[in-house]
């Protein structure tokens, strides 16, 4: 699934990503609200990891999905 398909299906999508990274709030998902760099930006924070790392698990995130 490429980030198109998952930013029109954020809604749905979120509840996976909420899955996937537990610390992540109802309200980071929101504000995220689909954007890839929102995710990787609130991946990082969150947990702490460096931007390779984050963008690492989003693209493993993305490949994933089942939406």
Same mark, same amino acid.
């Given at each position: 699934?490429?980030?198109?398909?998952? !930013?029109?299906?954020?809604?749905?999508?979120? +509840?996976? $990503? !909420?899955?996937?990274? +537990?610390?992540?709030?109802?309200? @980071?998902? @929101?504000?995220? @609200? +689909?954007?890839?760099?929102?995710?990787?930006?609130?991946?990082q924070e969150r947990y702490?990891? $460096?931007? #390779? #790392? $984050? #963008?690492?698990?989003? !693209?493993?995130? #993305?490949s994933s999905c089942s939406?």
């Open positions: 699934m490429n980030w198109d398909q998952v !930013k029109g299906k954020w809604k749905q999508i979120s +509840g996976q $990503a !909420k899955q996937q990274w +537990g610390k992540l709030t109802d309200d @980071d998902l @929101d504000v995220i @609200d +689909g954007k890839r760099e929102e995710l990787v930006g609130k991946v702490g990891v $460096a931007k #390779e #790392e $984050a #963008e690492k698990q989003v !693209k493993e995130f #993305e939406c």
